[in-house]
């Protein structure tokens, strides 16, 4: 009786977040800490920028330009950026960059006090912040494999992803109340300042070299890091897993459409379609030891992706208003159970001194993949309707994703330390 009282308490904190990388490395509590400071502030930082533009032009085509000022430096320059992640010192190429972005807040802080540039003038600072985050977002993905074991890479990884979606609930609840009460300027101030946090976690890194290998110059190191890409078939599964969960499915661009046909287009319930994705992602994120401590992160991604298709289509097919935010918790919850899954499959199967481009690779996927998604699913509403926009793209993106998982072996059988560890340590009968 007193050992299956223990084992059934051991399994109710097994499904939990497993906290235990930040109890063993004050190196990774302070990273993420950090992180999780600064990622808050840059969510507040994306509601000002589009409310200034937007008080500015009252033009939903100047709105939308931010996320291409976002998206395009990220794009352009994020291989290379890699390569040159996997040629220097990934610490300091962390906090130079990183100053780099504090900076420009720190610009976009004064013109928000002084009386703000023009909205090209605003779009340029995002489009050279979004340069530094090219080469520190590669430079980030390689701390958690070199600050933890392997057998805790999944819970770190999960843990980066809870500060992840913490922030994008809290951040742009923060940002309008900030700019209700004090303006733009004081909303781009508290962003500079969360980069100090930032700043704080990158200073308590011990030097992180690339490796015996590092990266050869310019072009060369580039297509090194893509030739890698092509023949890992592991990887090249997942990335492709990655793009066709948004590239088919991605549903953002539709909520002002579902808004209005299902809330009668009330601006009060338009944000609760992003509020119930990240909802799902934070409950994903508390139960992830349910998901981190299994031996085969394949196999889990790629059931979290077609869960996320499914559960798109079931959204697209639902008669009531709320029983489709549902189906977004659900999309939202298994969007971090693939998201969480991919990051342990790609890091655990790459080498050290290739961290640098893959994670290049991965920042690229993540951010080109929900905008061509976003503008697929705008594309096909208006020449049909939301509902078959959400639906179609639901179940493409479950075809694909059984495609791919037929087609790469690998996935469906890879085990990494921490699983294979797992299993070894599992109990083998009473």
């Known amino acids: 009786m007193g050992v299956s009282r223990a084992q059934g308490r051991t399994g109710g904190r097994g499904v939990l977040l497993d906290v235990a ?20 502030g840059s969510q507040m930082t994306l509601v000002a920028v589009m409310f200034q533009v937007w008080q500015t032009t009252h033009s939903t085509a100047w709105t939308g330009a931010v996320a291409l000022a976002q998206a395009v430096p990220l794009i352009t320059l994020g291989l290379f950026a890699g390569a040159l992640v996997d040629r220097l010192d990934r610490r300091s190429c962390y906090l130079w960059t990183t100053l780099g972005q504090a900076g420009c807040s720190l610009l976009l802080a004064l013109q928000g006090v002084l009386g703000g540039l023009p909205p090209a003038g605003v779009l340029l600072l995002v489009a050279v912040q979004s340069c530094f985050l090219a080469g520190s977002g590669p430079a980030s993905r390689t701390f958690v494999p070199h600050l933890l074991p392997k057998r805790q890479l999944a819970a770190g990884l999960a843990l980066k992803r809870v500060s992840f979606q913490g922030a994008m609930l809290l951040g742009p609840a923060l940002g309008g109340l900030v700019l209700g009460g004090l303006g733009v300027g004081a909303c781009y101030l508290v962003d500079a300042l969360t980069f100090a946090a930032g700043l704080y976690g990158a200073f308590g890194l011990p030097p992180l070299p690339p490796g015996d290998e590092p990266a050869r110059p310019g072009l060369r190191g580039v297509l090194d890091g893509l030739a890698f890409l092509v023949r890992t078939p592991v990887i090249r599964g ?6 066709a969960a948004t590239v088919l499915s991605m549903p953002v661009s539709l909520f002002p459409l579902l808004n209005s046909e299902r809330f009668g287009g009330d601006p009060r319930t338009l944000g609760l379609f992003l509020t119930a994705l990240a909802a799902g992602g934070v409950a994903a994120s508390v ?17 979290g992706s077609a869960a996320w298709g499914g559960a798109l289509a079931l959204f697209g097919l639902s008669p009531n208003a709320w029983c489709g935010l549902a189906f977004l918790v659900l999309a939202g919850a298994a969007d971090t159970v693939t998201v969480v899954s991919r990051s342990t499959l790609v890091q655990s199967h790459t080498p050290g001194e290739l961290l640098g481009r893959v994670g290049a690779a991965e920042q690229i996927v993540g951010q080109g993949g929900p905008d061509l998604g976003n503008l697929r699913g705008g594309l096909v509403a208006a020449a049909t309707s939301g509902a078959t926009a959400l639906v179609s793209g639901g179940l493409l993106c479950v075809g694909a994703v059984v495609l791919v998982g037929l087609g790469t072996p690998g996935l469906r059988g890879t085990a990494t330390a921490a699983g294979a560890t797992a299993a070894q340590t599992a109990p083998t009968g009473p």
């Open 21 to 40: 990388p930040l109890r063993s490395s004050p190196t990774f509590r302070r990273l993420w800490i950090g992180g999780a400071l600064s990622g808050l």
């Open 238 to 243: 997942a990335l492709l897993t990655d793009l």
């Open 287 to 303: 139960f992830s030891g349910s998901f981190t401590r299994l031996s085969r992160p394949g196999l889990v991604m790629l059931g």
